[in-house]
């Protein structure tokens, strides 16, 4: 599975800790193009939103590119598309550039297909609709999670869950990251729950929800852990959102 596998995602809570992960709110990472956010308001000019998150290994990277809502109109949820036509972006690093291209059938996403390094440099740079923007990030260098060891994880619903959640013992080492995000998926790649962990070991806590398939770590650069706080801080120059960087690791989830 890789990283754009649903066209509707939408944040659900967040993970609860005791205390290992902690909360946070904010706009949602775009690892995932798709997911659902409230767009920022702007003044009455358009100011392109851009949300990418290029992910170490994974074989496209994907971005979101919509408008924000204007500071004189009314406000609403409902994205509004950039034309394909107006986007002018180009991902370069790892010897490599490629232009953003719209993905078929989804007017607010864009591909690049460029292999991502872990310990590599990227910038954005281009224009949307004549108004030009750039961003950097640097890739962590290293997440290697311990435990859970094997690739699944074997979630005993009648030892270790209570009420609404299960416990998840968790112990992990990492390398230039800013954070370590966890996020729970179903089958589809629809994010259930989004949660950052607050130490290297010990214990998180997940819905008890059977349709969760997959537990993604991932170690992020400092846009991409600014950007996913409770007061968002973009990385967007010329524009709004984040450009930022990750490694993951992704562990099944099978419930019993």
Not at 104 to 121: E, I
Not at 224 to 233: G, L, Q, V
């Amino acid at each position: 599975m890789d990283q754009l596998t649903s066209p509707t995602i939408h944040y659900a809570p967040i993970f609860r800790s005791r205390p290992a992960l902690r909360i946070f709110g904010g706009l949602a990472l775009c690892i995932v193009a798709a997911c659902g956010f409230d767009r920022p308001q702007a003044p009455s000019e358009p100011l392109p939103v851009v949300r990418g998150v290029v992910v170490a290994g994974a074989d496209s990277q994907f971005f979101r590119l919509d408008w924000a809502v204007s500071a004189d109109s009314p406000w609403v949820t409902t994205p509004r598309p950039i034309d394909p036509s107006d986007v002018a972006l180009t991902v370069s690093g790892g010897g490599g550039s490629v232009l953003l291209l719209p993905r078929p059938g989804d007017p607010t996403t864009f591909v690049a297909t460029l292999p991502v390094d872990a310990d590599s440099a990227y910038t954005l740079e281009g224009a949307v609709a004549g108004i030009s923007l750039s961003a950097s990030t640097g890739v962590p260098h290293a997440l290697t999670v311990h435990v859970p060891t094997a690739d699944t994880i074997v979630i005993d619903s009648t030892t270790a869950c209570v009420f609404a959640s299960c416990e998840v013992p968790y112990s992990l080492t990492q390398e230039g990251a800013a954070a370590v995000l966890v996020e729970a998926r179903s089958a589809t790649g629809a994010l259930v729950q989004l949660g950052r962990l607050s130490a290297d070991s010990g214990v998180f806590l997940i819905r008890w929800v059977t349709e969760i398939r997959t537990l993604d770590f991932l170690a992020v650069d400092p846009n991409a852990s600014a950007f996913a706080a409770e007061f968002p801080r973009p990385s967007i120059e010329g524009g709004f959102g984040v450009f930022g960087a990750a490694l993951r690791v992704r562990k099944v989830v099978r419930w019993e």
